[in-house]
């Protein structure tokens, strides 16, 4: 299967935040959507705005996911063929949008979901219910890292990662110098946040999401290939 990269996207540090890339396919299909599920996402936001996906879930799930970032993650979730990790839940949004693409394509693949604060795990699990996801996510209270660790330990491997716990350099350098560990040959990566203004600008020192992953991850094991929306991918070289 030939993949879609898009190098032409990278953003320089003075462009961050001035624009957000459109959602591009990485996986060939045909159409403008993967499915309905994935054109419903397409349809609640404008531009290059928020999704509000109350609706499509049938229960109102606090997060903040841009058109291209939701549709870069349901399909991700759908076509991968592996196991997938994520790395802060909030309330749940993402991973129910994972879990639904797990879903329409069997439901064949396990998710984890790692959030440090235990009442947002709370709010995750009870979004899944709501949403009647609720049997094809394990949801753990625990550092991102510290997770990653023991993930890497037990000899587990992910074919999709999805990195959303902190906006801080440090716990997201942390990650990316552990990611090689735990990710399947040709998995990918995908960092929110990545494409934010705050990320370049000294007003915000706590910012630092893009140096984070230019620093963290290794050009011998990871390839960019793509920004959509405030999310950059990459992908693990076989």
């Not at 705005?49 to 970032?69: H, Q, Y």
């Not at 510290?146 to 997201?172: C, L, M, N, T, W």
């Amino acid at each position: 299967m030939k993949l879609n990269r898009h190098p032409d996207s990278f953003l320089g540090v003075e462009q961050l935040g001035t624009f957000f890339p459109p959602y591009q396919p990485t996986f060939p299909f045909a159409g403008e959507y993967i499915d309905d599920f994935h054109a419903r996402i397409g349809s609640c936001a404008k531009g290059s705005g928020l999704v509000n996906l109350d609706e499509v879930f049938a229960t109102p799930i606090k997060g903040w996911l841009r058109r291209a970032d939701a549709l870069k993650l349901y399909e991700l979730g759908y076509f991968v063929m592996g196991d997938i990790l994520e790395l802060g839940s909030y309330h749940g949004l993402s991973t129910c949008t994972l879990s639904r693409a797990n879903h329409n394509t069997g439901g064949q693949k396990r998710i984890d979901t790692v959030d440090l604060s235990a009442a947002n795990c709370a709010k995750t699990i009870e979004s899944l219910r709501a949403a009647q996801l609720p049997g094809q996510v394990e949801v753990t209270c625990a550092e991102a890292a510290a997770a990653v660790r023991h993930f890497r330990d037990e000899g587990k491997r992910f074919a999709f990662v999805f990195i959303d716990h902190s906006h801080s350099y440090q716990p997201v350098h942390e990650v990316c110098r552990l990611l090689a560990d735990i990710m399947s040959p040709g998995g990918f990566c995908l960092f929110h946040d990545f494409n934010d203004r705050r990320n370049g600008d000294s007003a915000h020192p706590d910012y630092g999401v893009y140096r984070a992953v230019i620093d963290g991850l290794s050009p011998n094991s990871f390839e960019f290939y793509g920004v959509y929306g405030c999310t950059a991918l990459y992908h693990a070289c076989s």
